[in-house]
């Protein structure tokens, strides 16, 4: 594999001795049969053919060396060094094996600077936004955000010529940025965040027009935990009033295939838990797909369920003949308190996680237990995939934790850790089984 930051430093490197050649002749018409010309030109091919193999014949300079000669070569050259740069950077972008060595903002400028003087076409501008930005979504967040806002500023169909299926009819609208929230401080502890990593959101399945196609990741300096700078407003404010939903009898129903793995990962954990409570009181916080209902329900739990979404509430009523709590379940009623909660996949989704534990808290019985899954942005299985894997894309996911930070807000807020584990229903993601403190 090609050294990434070599192939970043060689066109300026290239355009800086062309452009000393150039200087050299327009000084002094006798210079041209200099050795030193000949030299930095030597040196030119040397170094190309070591990155780029045996250059094409239409690169060899003629035998007489003059100012007009010079001036064709070197937009050949140029261009030459580009195109074979604008390639190799395109392949790493679709090898999603590889993750890119990560290159400082001073030589990504340097090479922008250098490759806008060829005049490339919008198409071509873009795309090659879109790849630099892979190489400092680490190194330097806020450049990698802007890159890729800028590359759909300048084509804003650009989703389409990606190849993404999901964007095909996607034509970007620079007024979203005005329809986001933008998060100024910690969603834990309110402290304040430094950028940390940025994310092609729009490479997800998920992703709409409502998101912006980057996601800058800010990391707390106070409690190191992570949030997104931004959010749509659209999605930030929902508020229903609480509705149960019924089944609906003789519907046709689309079903979600689900693999028995699934369900037979949730029978462990329900099996887990009984070492931790003998209680049969089960209230699950969003529903998915209806997994843990019905594997819980297979195993004589009583189980109530509250659903934000109310199109998702009703085909999981419809499909296991069974009553959903919709509403945000910070609203739910306090009169009622269960052996287990399940909050599985959602503190991510939420901009007030401190909250929404405790929320949890007061619907916990004294005794109970709650099972919480979100992911960790330092797991093992993230630290071994780098920027390949899709926690970071994910447009809909607003905080992050690590081991260590939700551990800490869950003991803050009176809970006791019971147990930790790998996530075997979500890559990067961890299990915690938490229960109040006595006493």
């Not at 998060?183 to 399945?205: D, E, L, R």
């Not at 209806?290 to 509430?313: F, R």
């Not at 808290?361 to 630290?383: A, C, H, M, Q, R």
Request: glycine residues 4%; charged residues 20%; proline residues 4%.
């Amino acid at each position: 594999m090609k050294d990434i930051k070599t192939i970043i430093q060689i066109l300026p490197e290239i355009y800086s001795i062309t452009k000393d050649i150039e200087n050299s002749l327009n000084s002094d018409s006798s210079y041209s049969n200099s050795d030193d010309i000949k030299l930095k030109i030597s040196m030119i091919y040397q170094n190309l053919e070591q990155l780029f193999g045996e250059l094409p014949n239409n690169l060899n300079l003629l035998n007489e060396i003059n100012i007009e000669n010079i001036l064709n070569w070197k937009n050949s050259i140029l261009i030459y060094v580009f195109k074979q740069s604008f390639e190799y950077l395109k392949s790493i972008y679709t090898n999603f094996n590889i993750s890119p060595a990560q290159i400082n903002a001073s030589e990504i400028k340097l090479f922008l600077q250098i490759s806008n003087k060829l005049n490339m076409d919008s198409t071509t501008n873009a795309l090659l936004l879109i790849f630099l930005s892979e190489l400092c979504r680490t190194s330097d967040p806020t450049l990698s955000f802007n890159l890729i806002m800028e590359a759909f500023e300048i084509k804003p169909d650009l989703g389409t010529i990606l190849g993404a299926t999901h964007l095909k009819n996607y034509i970007y609208n620079s007024e979203i940025i005005n329809q986001q929230k933008k998060i100024k401080n910690c969603t834990v502890c309110g402290g304040q965040g430094i950028p940390f990593h940025n994310a092609p959101s729009y490479k997800m399945i998920n992703y709409n027009h409502n998101f912006l196609p980057a996601k800058l990741w800010m990391k707390c300096t106070k409690c190191n935990n992570l949030y997104s700078q931004h959010f749509p407003l659209k999605f930030s404010f929902r508020k229903n009033p609480l509705k149960i939903i019924y089944p609906q009898q003789n519907q046709t129903q689309n079903l979600t295939p689900i693999s028995s793995y699934i369900l037979r990962d949730w029978c462990n954990i329900l099996q887990n838990l009984k070492q931790f409570t003998k209680g049969k009181q089960i209230l699950e916080i969003g529903i998915g797909n209806g997994e843990l209902i019905a594997t819980a329900l297979e195993m004589n739990y009583d189980i109530d369920c509250v659903e934000i979404e109310e199109d998702v509430a009703q085909k999981i009523s419809n499909l296991l003949e069974c009553q959903i709590i919709c509403c945000d379940f910070i609203d739910l009623p306090e009169n009622k308190q269960y052996d287990i909660l399940f909050m599985g996949d959602v503190l991510e989704h939420i901009d007030d996680p401190k909250k929404g534990l405790k929320k949890a808290y007061k619907l916990l019985k004294n005794d109970g237990v709650l099972w919480i899954s979100t992911p960790n942005y330092e797991s093992s299985f993230n630290k071994l995939h780098k920027t390949s894997t899709a926690l970071w894309n994910e447009p809909w996911h607003i905080t992050y934790f690590n081991k260590n930070g939700l551990e800490n807000l869950l003991t803050d807020l009176g809970f006791n850790i019971l147990d930790y584990r790998i996530s075997t229903h979500y890559n990067g993601s961890m299990e915690v089984i938490v229960n109040k403190k006595q006493g």
